[in-house]
């Protein structure tokens, strides 16, 4: 089968992609979105073994992604969808076969819910959890196979099997154990942050 692009006419004012609108599509290689687009709806991209690619025009005004949204987009090379997300669902990016090493979750996130990443492929070494996090919901991260090592915020709720099934894991900073006392090693992050642009 020959795959296709999906685009957007240039300068589109389109601001939602609905439920479930491009679900189930197994011939579409890549699709670019426009800049004018704020919410991409529950399931939207559910089951799409043949999209390798999500782009977006420059100035993206994305701000909230649905549950199950690239759930099970096997061919997915990447989950980066710039800074102005404000809100991921649930499932959002679980079962993907994306060759990613590196994960960061965009800075105006406060919520990491259910199994939003899970079932990684197994290239997934580090994941860069933003300071304003204040709720990391079950099994928010599980059955990534390769993690190593992930940062959470010293104030954040965090619910029980948060990491479950991450076989690979050597260090969690952040977190306080039941005396209150925090991992060490923040201040050594914040520093290389600076160091390194954030």
Do not use: W
Not at 3 to 11: D, L, R, T, Y
Not at 87 to 110: D, E
Not at 174 to 187: A, I, P, R, Y
């Amino acid at each position: 089968y020959d795959f296709f692009s999906v685009s957007f006419e240039s300068g589109s004012q389109l601001t939602t992609i609905g439920d479930g609108a491009f679900s189930n599509s197994r011939l579409i290689g890549s699709i670019t979105l426009p800049a004018s687009l704020t919410s991409i709806g529950h399931s939207c991209f559910l089951g799409c073994p043949t999209l390798t690619s999500v782009s977006f025009e420059s100035g993206s005004q994305l701000a909230t992604i649905g549950d199950y949204a690239f759930y099970e987009c096997k061919s997915l090379n990447g989950v980066e969808f710039g800074n102005n997300i404000e809100r991921i669902g649930g499932n959002a990016f679980s079962r993907l076969g994306c060759k990613s090493s590196h994960l960061r979750i965009p800075p105006l996130v406060t919520t990491l819910p259910r199994c939003m990443v899970a079932h990684f492929s197994k290239c997934l070494f580090s994941i860069e959890i933003p300071e304003g996090i204040s709720r990391v919901e079950f099994c928010a991260l599980t059955s990534l196979g390769s993690l190593r090592n992930v940062a959470f915020p010293t104030d954040c709720s965090i619910s029980v099997n948060v990491l479950h099934i991450c076989p690979q894991l050597r260090q969690v900073l952040g977190v306080k154990d039941e005396d209150g006392v925090g991992s060490e090693g923040l201040n050594v992050i914040n520093a290389l942050k600076h160091r390194f642009d954030n």
